[in-house]
Protein backbone atom coordinates (compact mmCIF):
# COMPACT_ATOMS: atom_id res chain seq x y z
CA UNK A 1 0.00 0.00 0.00
CA UNK A 2 2.72 1.90 1.09
CA UNK A 3 4.89 1.25 -1.94
CA UNK A 4 1.47 2.52 -3.93
CA UNK A 5 1.57 6.13 -2.54
CA UNK A 6 4.96 6.29 -3.18
CA UNK A 7 4.34 5.57 -6.60
CA UNK A 8 1.37 7.64 -7.13
CA UNK A 9 2.51 10.65 -5.73
CA UNK A 10 6.09 10.68 -5.15
CA UNK A 11 8.37 8.45 -7.35
CA UNK A 12 9.08 10.21 -11.28
CA UNK A 13 7.88 8.42 -13.56
CA UNK A 14 6.74 8.26 -17.19
CA UNK A 15 3.70 5.93 -16.93
CA UNK A 16 1.30 8.00 -18.51
CA UNK A 17 -1.67 6.79 -16.20
CA UNK A 18 0.43 8.03 -13.24
CA UNK A 19 1.21 11.18 -14.96
CA UNK A 20 -2.57 11.15 -16.30
CA UNK A 21 -3.90 10.16 -12.52
CA UNK A 22 -1.03 13.37 -11.24
CA UNK A 23 -2.27 15.93 -13.55
CA UNK A 24 -5.78 15.50 -12.43
CA UNK A 25 -4.82 17.18 -9.07
CA UNK A 26 -2.46 19.60 -10.77
CA UNK A 27 -5.32 20.49 -12.59
CA UNK A 28 -7.93 20.77 -9.76
CA UNK A 29 -5.71 22.78 -8.25
CA UNK A 30 -5.34 25.14 -10.92
CA UNK A 31 -9.29 24.76 -11.35
CA UNK A 32 -10.00 26.01 -7.88
CA UNK A 33 -7.41 29.23 -8.36
CA UNK A 34 -9.07 29.43 -11.99
CA UNK A 35 -12.54 29.14 -10.59
CA UNK A 36 -12.30 31.41 -7.61
CA UNK A 37 -10.65 33.88 -9.22
CA UNK A 38 -13.40 33.85 -12.09
CA UNK A 39 -16.08 34.07 -9.33
CA UNK A 40 -13.89 36.77 -7.26
CA UNK A 41 -13.58 39.12 -10.59
CA UNK A 42 -16.88 38.37 -11.77
CA UNK A 43 -19.32 38.39 -8.71
CA UNK A 44 -17.16 41.06 -6.83
CA UNK A 45 -14.96 43.30 -9.19
CA UNK A 46 -18.08 43.47 -11.43
CA UNK A 47 -16.54 42.32 -14.94
CA UNK A 48 -18.10 40.52 -17.93
CA UNK A 49 -17.99 36.68 -17.19
CA UNK A 50 -15.99 36.23 -20.49
CA UNK A 51 -12.96 38.80 -19.35
CA UNK A 52 -13.23 37.25 -15.64
CA UNK A 53 -12.89 33.50 -17.18
CA UNK A 54 -9.86 34.52 -19.54
CA UNK A 55 -8.11 36.10 -16.64
CA UNK A 56 -8.55 33.24 -14.63
CA UNK A 57 -7.29 30.54 -16.68
CA UNK A 58 -4.36 32.66 -17.77
CA UNK A 59 -3.63 32.69 -13.91
CA UNK A 60 -4.26 28.95 -13.55
CA UNK A 61 -2.38 28.17 -16.81
CA UNK A 62 1.13 29.50 -14.82
CA UNK A 63 0.23 27.69 -11.85
CA UNK A 64 -0.54 24.32 -13.78
CA UNK A 65 2.55 24.79 -15.95
CA UNK A 66 4.53 25.12 -12.14
CA UNK A 67 3.32 21.79 -10.99
CA UNK A 68 3.46 20.22 -14.13
CA UNK A 69 7.33 20.80 -14.29
CA UNK A 70 7.82 19.93 -11.23
CA UNK A 71 5.54 16.75 -9.87
CA UNK A 72 3.42 15.35 -13.25
CA UNK A 73 6.21 15.01 -15.90
CA UNK A 74 9.88 13.76 -15.46
CA UNK A 75 10.34 13.48 -19.16
CA UNK A 76 11.33 16.78 -21.02
CA UNK A 77 11.70 16.82 -25.50
CA UNK A 78 13.63 20.36 -25.22
CA UNK A 79 16.11 21.73 -22.83
CA UNK A 80 15.37 25.36 -22.68
CA UNK A 81 12.48 25.86 -20.56
CA UNK A 82 11.68 29.30 -22.32
CA UNK A 83 10.56 27.01 -25.19
CA UNK A 84 9.14 24.42 -22.97
CA UNK A 85 6.98 27.54 -21.49
CA UNK A 86 5.81 29.03 -24.63
CA UNK A 87 4.80 25.51 -26.36
CA UNK A 88 2.99 24.97 -22.63
CA UNK A 89 1.92 28.06 -23.27
CA UNK A 90 0.80 27.80 -26.92
CA UNK A 91 -1.06 24.57 -25.96
CA UNK A 92 -3.10 26.70 -23.20
CA UNK A 93 -4.09 29.60 -25.57
CA UNK A 94 -5.86 26.78 -27.89
CA UNK A 95 -7.55 25.55 -24.44
CA UNK A 96 -8.24 29.36 -23.57
CA UNK A 97 -9.86 29.48 -26.99
CA UNK A 98 -11.61 26.33 -26.32
CA UNK A 99 -13.04 28.17 -22.91
CA UNK A 100 -13.99 30.91 -23.59
CA UNK A 101 -15.94 29.31 -26.82
CA UNK A 102 -17.65 26.66 -24.28
CA UNK A 103 -18.24 29.47 -21.91
CA UNK A 104 -20.11 31.31 -24.12
CA UNK A 105 -21.88 28.50 -25.73
CA UNK A 106 -23.21 27.64 -22.75
CA UNK A 107 -23.70 30.73 -20.55
CA UNK A 108 -24.06 33.10 -23.88
CA UNK A 109 -26.00 30.96 -25.97
CA UNK A 110 -27.97 28.11 -24.14
CA UNK A 111 -28.56 30.44 -20.96
CA UNK A 112 -26.48 28.10 -18.12
CA UNK A 113 -25.37 30.06 -15.09
CA UNK A 114 -21.44 30.72 -15.76
CA UNK A 115 -20.24 29.06 -12.80
CA UNK A 116 -21.96 25.64 -14.20
CA UNK A 117 -20.36 26.58 -18.07
CA UNK A 118 -17.05 26.22 -16.39
CA UNK A 119 -17.30 22.92 -14.69
CA UNK A 120 -18.28 21.77 -17.93
CA UNK A 121 -15.51 23.85 -19.84
CA UNK A 122 -13.03 22.70 -17.40
CA UNK A 123 -13.59 19.26 -18.19
CA UNK A 124 -13.17 19.27 -22.27
CA UNK A 125 -10.60 21.66 -21.82
CA UNK A 126 -8.58 19.19 -19.51
CA UNK A 127 -8.92 16.49 -21.71
CA UNK A 128 -7.27 18.92 -24.20
CA UNK A 129 -4.49 20.16 -22.43
CA UNK A 130 -3.11 16.73 -20.82
CA UNK A 131 -3.08 15.27 -24.62
CA UNK A 132 -1.46 17.98 -26.37
CA UNK A 133 1.34 18.87 -23.47
CA UNK A 134 2.10 14.89 -23.02
CA UNK A 135 2.14 14.45 -26.85
CA UNK A 136 3.95 18.11 -27.65
CA UNK A 137 6.49 18.36 -24.34
CA UNK A 138 6.85 15.62 -22.33
CA UNK A 139 7.35 12.47 -24.59
Do not use: C, H
Request: proline share 1%; glycine share 8%; hydrophobic share 55%.
Amino acid sequence: MLNLIYTLFRKPTNDMRIQFFRYGFVGGTAFIVDFGLLYVLTAYAGLYYLLSATISFLVGLVVNYILSIFWVFSRRSFSSRWLEFWIFAAVGVVGLGLNDLFMWLLTGMAGYYYLYSKVISTFLVFLWNFFARKLSLFR
